[in-house]
């Protein structure tokens, strides 16, 4: 007997729209789905993890999940919620972006095992790069009329008079491959049900009438809310860009951190879409962090599942470890344990000074690394007076005037960390 797909997807609030008579359909035995996944970095980012948290649970549900890499559609642009087209990408690069992504999702997905629902990749550009522009709209457009285009959101968005661009009719032509998609995958793969972001609805209901009208089948729709944040900021998004997956953009010290910055309203709802905890011990967990909410247990059970998940428990231990470096109490040895991506993460934005590498192999005198070679604090005497005061740091270390900073202090064979107090830091970049 299968699981009820639709209505774990409903509890975990990742349901916006269905299409009447898929849940009735996935409960007939196992089924095959896909999301579509947009191959222009050779990265997913976290406002990519919903659609796969989908075929994870479609997975899991013991139907087959199908990840759908859109190296023809990344080529023409999505219209949907884009004010702009986008680049065009060369196959070579849509080729290694497939490589990378599929690696990523292997985290989530079982490709390999002999299941009769082992989630398979697959690639529209296979299908769509002999497929004549004569053929394609001889077989594939005269079956949809321009009405029914032009009625989509999407389209009528981009249309509007406050959409200055217009609509170049490549992305007029979008929903038709993607509806093209699949109808090839319904054929090829028994594929019955596309899912995506409501956003995707159009698009998806395009694909739902090929396989009617084409196919002789029927194919069925099921959308997840698109994610937001309580503030109204995007999710997904810090000042620097894009939360990625892959550890070398987005460092898992910075990606944990994202997630324990998270308000409790959105905790409480992120909590049930980004990890795969029971309904109980959500429950459970939310009732506890409404009487004590200044713990956090909500975030930093939320950040720990997506840090494990995505990355590693080693990832996660070292990313809290570099946490307690700046909030908690921690020692030289701890700082000596981080890598200089997350050192350089952990203390962005604290002032710096260059010395020499010579200067700390004969041993560098601490008046000389707090004002006289760094310029951290005004002069000699504001040296002489804080280290007097017991104030300064090196390393996390308290130390005195007769300390000299050598070799043995550096972190990642390249800084020196100081500290006045408990706030002021200063970092010794050795070069």
Partial sequence: ????????????????????????????????????????????????????????????????????????????????????????????????????????????????????????????YDWMKDFSFLDFIRDVGKHITVNYMMAKDSVKKRLSAEAKEGMSFTEFT?????????????????????????DQWGNITTGTELIRRIGGGKGFALTCPLITKADGTKFGKTEGGNV????????????????LNTSDEDAEKYIKIFTFLSKDE???????????????????????????????????????????????????ADLKQLNEKTFLDVFEGVPQAEISKDD?????????????????????GEARRELKQNSISVNKEKVGESYTITTTDLISDKFVLLQRGKKNYFILIVK
């Fill in 282 to 332: 959500i429950e459970e967990l939310v009732a506890k962090h409404k009487k004590e909410p200044h713990l956090r247990q909500l975030q930093k059970k939320l950040a720990e599942e997506v840090t494990t998940m995505v990355h590693s428990a080693e990832d996660l231990e070292n990313a809290v470890k570099a946490s307690n470096i700046l909030f908690g109490k921690s020692t030289s």
């Fill in 244 to 259: 990625w997956l892959d550890p070398e953009r987005t460092s898992p010290y910075r990606f944990y951190q994202y997630w």
């Fill in 360 to 380: 700390i192999t004969e041993g560098l005198d601490m008046i000389g690394a707090l004002a006289a070679k760094t310029g951290f604090l005004s002069s000699n």
């Fill in 174 to 198: 979008y929903q038709l491959v993607q509806g093209y998609d699949f109808l090839h995958l319904f054929k090829a793969h028994n594929c019955t049900l596309q899912m995506g972001g409501s």
């Fill in 1 to 124: 007997m299968q699981k009820n797909f639709v209505e774990e997807v409903t509890w975990r609030g990742m349901l916006h729209d269905v299409m009447p008579g898929t849940e009735e359909h996935l409960l007939e035995g196992m089924q095959s789905a896909y999301v579509g996944i947009d191959p222009t970095a050779d990265s997913l980012h976290i406002g990519h993890l919903v659609g796969v948290m989908l075929l994870r649970h479609f997975q899991l549900a013991g139907h087959r999940p199908l990840a759908l890499v859109g190296g023809a559609t990344g080529m023409i642009g999505d219209p949907s919620g884009k004010s702009a087209e986008r680049n065009l990408l060369d196959e070579a690069t849509l080729r290694h972006n497939q490589e990378a992504i599929k690696n990523q999702l292997s985290k989530f997905l079982d490709f390999d095992s002999d299941a009769p629902n082992a989630a398979l990749l697959v690639n529209n």
